[in-house]
């Protein structure tokens, strides 16, 4: 129950201030401030601070928290897990008065939640060392709607076996949300069957290198589970719309994804993986199913796989326009594109297998205006090396000078009056070595 667990921790300083306070409470309700400190405290094992609380009976109980603070146990570094500057709760009074806490709306302002897991499996929002069931002379019902405005969140993996600090693989910034129908309940038992829904949306959202903005999705809690469904979010001048989980339930956070993205920029995007000039312009549209395991290590997502098709229109290979045999090519490229630099494109398109560090395509098809070239190969994802082997083809029928042509390239032969030849590009994205056979 990970995030269940989380939700938990919050609900319990709410139970303890009107447990503290009481729905008579009027004046100074600060008095009872140390005192419900000093419980959550025992109760969750974690520091706990409280600026000020403030209770308000009409139109309706209103129970406001101010400068809510909790830290991050050990081994975790020094911190809070959760830092709420307001934290504003409409109860309902005639249960209250029965012993039972129901709220009607809890909003939490510019809250700050930030999300660490060791190599143990423990979070920060959690304490091995807590006292549990300890009894409690209020219970909690139904939380009818939490309102999240304005939020920061956070998530990210201590290094082992050092427990040094790990990079954020999740940032959502200036997030709000919206849940429904909580049964506090069910949480507490452990959330069997418990689903809590809603919708959230967030004004920049970053998943590894991958970066978005303006964010809209349709979210799911379980309690192993945090579920991202419809999402649609812009990337830079594209669309990137799917699914994305988040499973707690094992060790190491496991996530997947189902993604389609549309007019994104290729420099753009190779800008968030590597430095320097952009090594391919263009623009991409592809769908992918990626899954893997986020680790406790520098590199969290190195385990990344998946599969997918991609599409690159109208762009070029920058580091391939100054070799020989690219500018000789261009020479049988169609008309109108003696303009274009020699590894200019139509469409670059192709399958993708993501493995081992590895993209690998069983099949990918260039236009370079008039000469395709159909091949198979693979790029390396951290070293940016590349091996990719395949055929081009001239589309022009070259007539009378065909057999001088064909004399140029070694393996050419000459079909239906198109010259094919093989081809080798080896090297890395920086410096490519296309070689013609």
């Not at 309102?147 to 050092?162: F, Q």
């Not at 994305?244 to 800008?271: C, E, Q, S, W």
């Not at 969290?300 to 796989?305: Q, S």
């Not at 081809?423 to 070595?433: R, S």
Request: net charge positive; glycine share 10%; no cysteine.
């Amino acid at each position: 129950m990970r995030i269940f667990g989380a939700i938990v921790l919050v609900l319990l300083v709410i139970v303890a201030i009107l447990a503290g306070v009481g729905y008579y409470v009027v004046h100074n309700a600060d008095q009872y401030t140390p005192k419900i400190v000093a419980d959550l405290e025992q109760k969750t094992g974690l520091q706990v601070q409280i600026s000020h609380v403030k209770v308000r009976l009409k139109p309706t109980l209103r129970v406001t928290i101010y400068g809510l603070q909790i830290k991050n146990p050990k081994p975790f570094p020094q911190g809070d897990f959760l830092d709420v500057p307001r934290l504003d709760a409409d109860v309902e009074e005639i249960p209250l008065i029965q012993g039972n806490i129901e709220i009607r709306s809890l909003v939490l302002d510019h809250p700050v939640i930030d999300f660490i897991s060791d190599p143990d499996g423990l979070w920060n929002f959690q304490n091995p060392t807590a006292s549990k069931n300890q009894p409690t002379r209020f219970s909690m019902g139904v939380i009818h709607s939490l309102e999240v405005k304005n939020g920061t969140l956070l998530g990210s993996n201590l290094i082992d076996p050092a427990d040094t600090p790990g990079p954020v693989v999740l940032d959502f910034r200036d997030f709000s949300a919206e849940l429904k129908e909580i049964d506090v309940r069910k949480v507490r038992r452990g959330g069997a069957g418990q689903t809590v829904a809603g919708h959230m949306q967030a004004a920049q959202a970053r998943f590894g290198s991958i970066r978005t903005r303006n964010m809209d999705s349709r979210i799911r809690i379980t309690p192993k589970h945090l579920i991202f469904r419809r999402f649609d979010a812009r990337t830079h001048s594209g669309h990137a719309r799917g699914d994305f989980d988040l499973d707690f339930g094992a060790k190491n956070t496991m996530f997947h994804t189902r993604l389609n993205v549309t007019g994104i920029g290729m420099p753009y995007l190779l800008a968030e993986f590597q430095q320097g000039p952009p090594k391919m312009t263009g623009t991409m549209a592809a769908d992918f199913v990626l899954a893997g395991e986020v680790k406790h290590s520098s590199n969290p997502l190195t385990g990344i796989h998946g599969t997918g098709h991609f599409t690159i229109r109208n762009g070029e290979l920058p580091s391939l326009n100054s070799n020989k045999k690219m500018a000789q090519l261009k020479r049988f490229r169609d008309p109108g594109t003696d303009n274009l630099p020699p590894s200019a494109f139509s469409t670059f398109a192709g399958d993708l297998d993501l493995k081992n560090q590895h993209m690998y395509s069983h099949r990918i098809g260039v236009n370079f205006y008039g000469i395709d070239i159909d091949g198979t190969g693979n790029t390396s994802v951290t070293a940016g090396t590349m091996d990719y082997r395949g055929v081009a083809t001239i589309q022009k029928k070259q007539g009378f000078f065909m057999d001088l042509l064909a004399s140029w390239f070694k393996g050419a032969k000459i079909k239906n009056g198109r010259m094919t030849f093989p081809m080798h590009l080896t090297g890395t994205m920086a410096k490519p070595k296309f070689v013609v056979h």
